[in-house]
């Protein structure tokens, strides 16, 4: 079992940054993928950034490259979402997610293990 648990999250104009974290607790963190999601209401989760166990590969979403950055501390067993130049269009609840193997997964029900959630609101 891994817990996550996300923070960081709340309300920023639009241009504005903020950096989410989150916090693992359980197996070994350096065993998994990690990945960043969000949802907006009424529409599918989608994957926005993930990074492989040791951090040597990571893959954003079309959506935010250039903007977020992915990266983890695993002897702190966190992973970290950098976000700039935020857009109205980047609120949503963003959830981070864990899964087991070595290389980036893209594919959303391969991660086993979610966060609560942490509300991210850029207002324009």
């Known amino acids: 079992q891994v817990q996550l648990v996300e923070s960081g999250g709340g309300l920023v104009q639009a241009g504005g940054s903020l950096r989410l974290s989150c916090a693992a607790s359980?197996?070994?963190?350096?065993?998994?993928?990690m990945g960043w999601f969000r949802q907006a209401p009424g529409k599918e989760r989608e994957l926005v950034a993930a990074?492989?166990?040791?951090?040597?590969?990571?893959y954003y979403a079309d959506s935010v490259k250039g903007r977020f950055t992915i990266s983890r501390d695993n002897a702190k067993n966190t992973v970290y979402l950098q976000m700039n130049s935020l857009k109205p269009e980047d609120t949503a609840v963003y959830y981070c997610a864990a899964s087991q193997g070595a290389s980036i997964v893209v594919v959303k029900t391969l991660y086993g293990y979610w966060g609560q959630g942490t509300q991210v609101t850029v207002s324009s």
């Open positions: 359980g197996r070994t963190f350096s065993a998994y993928t």
């Open positions: 990074i492989t166990w040791n951090g040597g590969r990571t």
